[in-house]
């Protein structure tokens, strides 16, 4: 099952969205609610707008799709009897509405036009992961966000999970010895799409719709496989499927940087250690009951029948660490790392921990289990960073580091120099003994798809 399965089934047993009133919960004064606007009406921003309604701090104002269907029906099921008002252009919406913020859910390919534009207009942006589509489109995001001083959340949601943090300062802060090995799952990559027959638009869109939604990429004709499966192609996603590299390896990859304490950084050499090609995302041939120590063993069903370009990833720190992408989807730790250590092996995943030896994680001060959904926590931190200005905890520039690791990954294999020694200089953002690897970070944008000035 994937997460849009998923969802969908959820939305069968109970409703998805529920009004505060409902859900019991006091909305803030007006004057002190911070008023947002939702961008990209997908599944995953009605999971982000289910959990906006539990907070009474934060007040959805408006919303936005360029497919006029997807803001109706949004309407109708929730947006109405909440009084959003309804938009077809973000810019219209920021201009007329007076919002505080905005919440990007828009496809990966025009999540930095989007966020850009917004935040050349004055908002706060909370943007989901993926943040970008290339490593340089990132660092404009970050760059941008500096210059118009805006507060900025990336969807790296086990930032905000306190159990998580705990778990990744005691490897950070030595409590463990030095970290010698860090491992992660072997993610699925993109894959290439090859032209089709276009068809029929759907119904209700306006005349340009197709064009805003292509975005930056390449304009083909109408397919439902590029609109319902963008996350799958190299055009739209850097391997969005269930677990793939952006798709799940953004949380994985952006907990090791928090554990190893690489949030500002990167490592200074990738190398790809087997050919890349199309391979299962795990090893289900077998019965292998999980062990009591796998916490990843809540998303093996999901990446049973999961197929894409795969090849095993190292990376190596200026400071020693290895970090070895190698592990199959079946194994520990899913959305995690684990993390070898002098003194034993922790392996941290979303809100569960386990321990070589129980005694690494037995500690009075150790948090006990979030009992709200798991965005929750990650959006207040958003809605607090916005009335501080204080910068949250998934900041922009940590977003690019958990982005740059997933792209170095995609990179290695296009490249595909088995056994090589790629430099990567993480201050720069670049190779410096490889211009394929250079020639893409990043891609040429379709006119009026340019990141803002």
Known sequence: MNRRS???????????????????????????????GLIGLGGRCRDIAATCLKIPELQIAAVCDCFKPRVDELMRDVGEKEGWIPYTDFREMIEKEKLDGVMVETTTHARAWVACSAMAMGMDTYIEKPMCLTIAE???????????????????????????????????????????????????????????????????????????????????????DIRRAWSKWWDYDGGGLCFGVTGWGTHSYDQINRGIGMDETGPTEVILQEAVADRP?????????????????????????????????????????????????????????????????????????????????????????????ETQPHIENWVKGIKTRVRCTADIEFGQRSSSLCYLVNIAREVGKVGETLQWDPAAERFTNCDEGNALLTRPRRERYELPA
């Open 6 to 36: 998923f969802l969908k089934t959820a939305a069968a047993a109970v409703p998805v969205i529920l009004a505060p009133k409902t859900l019991g919960f006091q909305a803030a004064a007006p004057s002190e609610r911070v008023r947002v």
């Open 281 to 373: 995302a795990g090893n289900f041939t077998t019965d292998r009951v999980p062990g009591p120590n796998e916490t990843g063993a809540g998303y093996y069903g999901m990446t049973k029948d999961v197929v894409g370009p795969r090849a095993k990833v190292l990376m190596r720190y200026a400071n020693g660490i290895e970090l070895h992408l190698d592990l199959d989807a079946d194994f520990s730790p899913g959305l995690g790392a684990i993390f070898e250590c002098e003194k034993g092996t922790v392996e941290i995943n979303r809100d569960m921990i386990s321990a070589s030896a129980p005694e690494l994680i037995e500690s009075p001060d150790r948090p006990a289990a979030q009992t709200v959904p």
């Open 138 to 224: 990132g660092r404009e995001m970050v760059n941008r966000a500096r210059k118009y001083e805006r507060i900025t959340q990336v969807g790296t949601q086990q930032r905000s999970i306190p159990l998580n943090n705990w778990a990744s300062d005691l490897v950070k802060n030595g409590s463990l010895g030095k970290i010698k090995v860090v491992r992660a799952p072997n993610f699925v990559g993109p894959v290439l799409w090859e032209d089709k027959e276009g068809q029929p638009m759907p119904e209700g869109g306006s005349e340009n719709w197709w064009d805003i939604w292509t975005n930056q990429a390449v304009m083909r004709p109408y397919h439902e």
